[in-house]
C-alpha cells in the first residue's frame, strides 16, 4: 500500500493507501453518487507515480454563461465569420487570441460551446498567453493529483509520433489515434482545450472532430432513450500501458477509470450530448462483456461514419483550434511519418459529468428556433439564414 496525501474512503471508511494489485474503489463525502477506480501498477510494471490520483473539484462556472448569444464584441468590425459545416466548426479571421477583452473571451466561450470547435489562423499567441487565457476560463489540468501544490504546468508539447502508427498499433493497447476527448478518464474531464500548432508538415496532419450533439441527436429515439439509462467507464489503463511500457515514459499518476452518465447535459447550451469516446470507453456498466462489447461497437461506428456531423481542419503555421470536449470528439490524421509536427497544448477542467432531466437534444431546440427572425449570432448560418419547408416530404 502506497500513502497519498487527499483524504478518502475505500469501502465507506477512511483510508490512507491503495492496493497495489487490484483495483481500488475510492469515494468521498462530499461526493457520493461518484464512482471511481484507482486501477493497480504491479501487473503493468515497476514503476511507482510520483502521485496516486486527482481528487474530484468544484469548478468556477464557465463564462459562456456570462455572454451575451449576438457576440457583439468577439464579431466587431473586421471579424469575419464562416461556419464550416452546419453541425460543428467555426472559422474566425480578423482577430487575435492574444488581444482578446475579457468579454471577448466570455462569448468566445459561448461560440465554443455551440459550434464544438473554433478555429484561426496566423495567430500570435505564445505559450505562457495560451495558459493565461485559459487561466481566466478555469483551473488548469495538471499532472499531479493536487492542484493547490503550486507546480502549475504551463503547456502540453504535442509532438507526434515520427513513424507510421500502423506499424507500431501492433504494441499498444490503448488506440491512441482513434476519436477521444481529452482525459475523458478524469473524475473532472477538460472543458476546453486549445492547441496551436507551429511546425505542421507540408502536408497532412489534419485534426478531424465530430459533434456530440450531433451524434446523440442522430440516433433513433428509441435508442436515444436506452442510452440515456446508461453509463460507462472511462479507463486510462491502456494509456498508462502504453506510455511505460511502449514509449519507456514515467506517468505521473496511477492508471485510474471513472463511471460517466453515456449521455451528458451540456452546462452552457443544455443540449444532451453523447459522452462516449473509442479511446477511453472500456466498458458499460451494468452489462456482461459481450453486451458491452457489442453496444460500443454500434455507437462507436455510429461515431465514426458521421460524416454529417464532422469537421476536418487543415492545419498551417500558428493555427489555432478551441475546442469544447464535452461536447466534441477529435482525432489525429497520422499520415505524414516520419516528418515531424508539433504544437502546443492547454486544458482547463471542466464539471463532473451529469445528465439533467430538462436537457434536450439540439435538434429538437433548432427545430423550434426556425423561421424566427432575429436569432442571435451563437447559433449556425443555416438556422439563422436558412429558408425552411413548413412541411417535411419524403426524400427519395
Known amino acids: 500500500m502506497s500513502s497519498l496525501a487527499p483524504a478518502f474512503e475505500v469501502n465507506g471508511l477512511a483510508a490512507d493507501g491503495l492496493d497495489d494489485a487490484k483495483p481500488t474503489q475510492v469515494s468521498w463525502k462530499e461526493y457520493r453518487n461518484l464512482r471511481h477506480n484507482v486501477l493497480p501498477i504491479r501487473p503493468l510494471g515497476s514503476h511507482v507515480p510520483a ?7 468544484d469548478v468556477p462556472s464557465d463564462r459562456g454563461l456570462l455572454a451575451d448569444p449576438n457576440l457583439p464584441n468577439l464579431l466587431g468590425l473586421g471579424v469575419q465569420r464562416i461556419d464550416l459545416t452546419p453541425s460543428i466548426g467555426t472559422q474566425l479571421t480578423g482577430l487575435q487570441l492574444s488581444q482578446l477583452t475579457d468579454v471577448q473571451k466570455d462569448e468566445l466561450a459561448l461560440l465554443a460551446a455551440h459550434r464544438g470547435v473554433v478555429f484561426f489562423r496566423d495567430q500570435d499567441i505564445t505559450a505562457e ?3 493565461a487565457l485559459f487561466d481566466y476560463y478555469g483551473l488548469p489540468e495538471l499532472p499531479g493529483d493536487n492542484p493547490e501544490d503550486g507546480k502549475k504546468s504551463a503547456t502540453n508539447t504535442i509532438q507526434e509520433q515520427e513513424q507510421d502508427y500502423r506499424k507500431t498499433y501492433i504494441h499498444f493497447k490503448w488506440p491512441f489515434a482513434d476519436f477521444h476527448a481529452d482525459s475523458s478518464f ?12 507551429d511546425e505542421p508538415p507540408p502536408t497532412g496532419g489534419d485534426t ?3 459533434s456530440g450533439y450531433g451524434t ?31 514509449w519507456s515514459g514515467h506517468p505521473p499518476t496511477r492508471p485510474r477509470e471513472t463511471l460517466h452518465p453515456v449521455v451528458r447535459t451540456h452546462p452552457v447550451t443544455g443540449y444532451k450530448s453523447l459522452n462516449l469516446n473509442s479511446g477511453f470507453v472500456d466498458r458499460i456498466d451494468g452489462l456482461n462483456r459481450y453486451e458491452s462489447d457489442k453496444i460500443l461497437e454500434l455507437l462507436f461506428t455510429h461515431i465514426h461514419t458521421a460524416i454529417d456531423h464532422s469537421v476536418r481542419w487543415r492545419w498551417e503555421k500558428n493555427s489555432v ?9 477529435h482525432r489525429a490524421t497520422h499520415d505524414y511519418a516520419p516528418i515531424h509536427r508539433h504544437g502546443v497544448r492547454v486544458t482547463i477542467i471542466g464539471e463532473i459529468p451529469v445528465l439533467k432531466k430538462d436537457s434536450r437534444a439540439r435538434r429538437e431546440v433548432e427545430k423550434e428556433l426556425r423561421n424566427q427572425p432575429n436569432l442571435p449570432a451563437v447559433y449556425n448560418e443555416n438556422l439563422r439564414k436558412g429558408k425552411y419547408l413548413t412541411e417535411t416530404k419524403p426524400v427519395f
Do not use: C, M
Open 129 to 131: 498567453q495560451q495558459r
Open 321 to 329: 483550434a478551441l475546442w469544447d470536449n464535452r461536447a466534441t470528439t
Open 208 to 210: 478531424n472532430w465530430i
Open 216 to 246: 446523440f441527436e442522430s440516433l433513433s429515439p428509441t435508442l436515444q432513450k436506452f442510452v440515456e439509462g446508461l453509463s460507462a467507464w472511462h479507463s486510462a489503463g491502456h494509456v498508462y500501458d502504453s506510455v511505460l511500457n511502449h
Open 186 to 197: 478524469e473524475i473532472n474531464p477538460p472543458s476546453f482545450s486549445l492547441l496551436r500548432v
Open 51 to 57: 502521485h496516486g490520483f486527482k481528487s474530484p473539484r
